[in-house]
């Protein structure tokens, strides 16, 4: 079974449980915590030695978070662990994450520019992907210089580049083939 598949399925089964528990909220703030968490080497250690027993991962996982995570999330770090896929703790973070946004009808968007967005033109970015797609939007900003100018947008499934890179790569291509 492929990795997506699997953190999938623990996403999905720990969704539709803060979901009944009307706990979402909290759930989606722990799982938030355990992906940062997972990303400490030691922790990243502990996590992917197959010589530490189950139950000490369990143990120092306890310990580590102590009161911080909602027993439904301690329940499911420990089924995680018991079933040694323990190495999937942050995508499923990310995934339970995802489900929650998408079940609130918020659409994650990434605009990229070679310099930093100035807010008016963000806030005008974000109004227009809601109009677009009918949905809310987190919009996250990334600079990359390498793009020259312009801007990409990742919105959903769709992806424009309107990126200066972007554009020198389609004249050389055409130049280089001859349409010109």
Do not use: W
């Not at 990359?144 to 100018?149: A, H, R, T």
């Amino acid at each position: 079974m492929n990795q997506s598949r699997i953190s999938v399925r623990y996403a999905r089964a720990l969704f539709q449980s803060a979901l009944e528990r009307n706990e979402l909220d909290r759930i989606g703030r722990d799982m938030t915590l355990v992906k940062d968490t997972c990303k400490i080497p030691e922790v990243r250690e502990i996590l992917d030695n197959p010589v530490i027993m189950p139950s000490k991962k369990i143990r120092a996982l306890r310990s580590l978070f102590g009161t911080e995570l909602h027993e439904l999330t301690l329940s499911l770090i420990d089924l995680v662990v018991r079933n040694g896929r323990e190495q999937y703790l942050p995508a499923i973070a990310r995934m339970f994450n995802q489900e929650t946004k998408r079940h609130r009808g918020i659409t994650e968007s990434v605009l990229t520019t070679a310099v930093p967005v100035d807010p008016g033109i963000r806030k005008q970015v974000e109004e227009m992907i809601e109009k677009m797609f009918n949905t809310r939007v987190e919009l996250k900003t990334n600079i990359d210089e390498s793009i020259i100018g312009g801007f990409i947008l990742k919105v959903e499934d769709s992806y424009i580049d309107a990126s200066v890179r972007n554009k020198l790569r389609k004249i050389k291509h055409e130049l280089i083939s001859g349409s010109l």
